[in-house]
């Protein structure tokens, strides 16, 4: 157990609809960061937060977007979304700082658009 | 940009030892992670290196050469329980920030 915590773990929806993905870091993790994780892709940076702000983008879509709450939690927001939107979506978190403060992930969020 | 390569598969045998290498062109390097996968489950931490040699931890080892773009993973006394996909992730800092650019995995098969 990384101490990362992910709800839902699993989400079917339909195409065009919208979801929300909620986690919660570590016990004193500055830090989260979103992946999607699809099978041709491998593990794809979306967006990483530091208490509260966004600090880095990557790979994210215009329909996708997330926000860090001042207790930390932060949700990732799917809209519109498409057949090829599925799938499994990791949060992750880090102490603050630049050292060797490996990412711990959470058990992820199985999400599959019909 | 970033680009990181690692081999799609490997097989090997229980109690064998098996290297997994990843080759990486990155500006602005700043640290290597290898990540432990089990299907449908979560990435777990195994090893970084930021500095040229070899860390070792227990059965596991990681190496790094900065100036080759270049590490490998090397897994002793295999056990079926390391059946697994292992991803190599470099920390790039050219951004001003720390984000790790993953790649694709390696499938790693251990047989009796």
């Known amino acids: 157990d990384s101490g990362v915590t992910q709800t839902p773990k699993h989400l079917i929806t339909a195409t065009g609809q919208r979801v929300t993905l909620r986690c919660s870091p570590r016990?004193?993790?500055?830090?989260v960061y979103w992946y999607q994780q699809s099978l041709d892709q491998g593990l794809q940076f979306l967006i990483q937060?530091?208490?509260?702000?966004?600090?880095a983008k990557g790979n994210i879509l215009e329909r996708f977007s997330a926000q860090q709450f001042p207790d930390l939690h932060s949700e990732l927001n799917l809209s519109s979304l498409e057949l090829g939107d599925s799938a499994l979506y990791f949060c992750?978190?880090?102490?603050?700082?630049?050292?060797?403060?490996?990412?711990?992930f959470g058990p992820g969020t199985r999400l599959t658009v019909t | 940009g970033q680009n990181i390569d690692q081999p799609t598969e490997m097989t090997a045998t229980e109690g064998a030892i098996v290297q997994i290498n990843c080759t990486y062109q990155?500006?602005?390097?700043?640290?290597l992670f290898w990540y432990q996968q089990h299907a449908g489950e979560a990435p777990t931490f195994l090893s970084y290196?930021?500095?040229?040699g070899l860390e070792e931890k227990g059965r596991f080892s990681s190496f790094l050469s900065r100036s080759k773009g270049y590490s490998y993973l090397l897994l002793k006394e295999l056990q079926m329980k390391d059946s697994a996909s292992y991803l190599c992730?470099?920390?790039?800092?050219?951004?001003?920030?720390?984000?790790?650019?993953f790649g694709k995995g390696t499938m790693l098969l251990v047989s009796p």
């Open positions: 990155t500006s602005g390097f700043n640290g």
């Open positions: 016990s004193g993790d500055l830090s």
């Open positions: 937060y530091y208490n509260g702000e966004e600090r």
């Open positions: 290196n930021v500095l040229d």
């Open positions: 992730a470099v920390r790039d800092t050219d951004s001003g920030y720390s984000t790790l650019t």
């Open positions: 992750a978190s880090s102490a603050p700082g630049q050292g060797s403060y490996e990412q711990y």
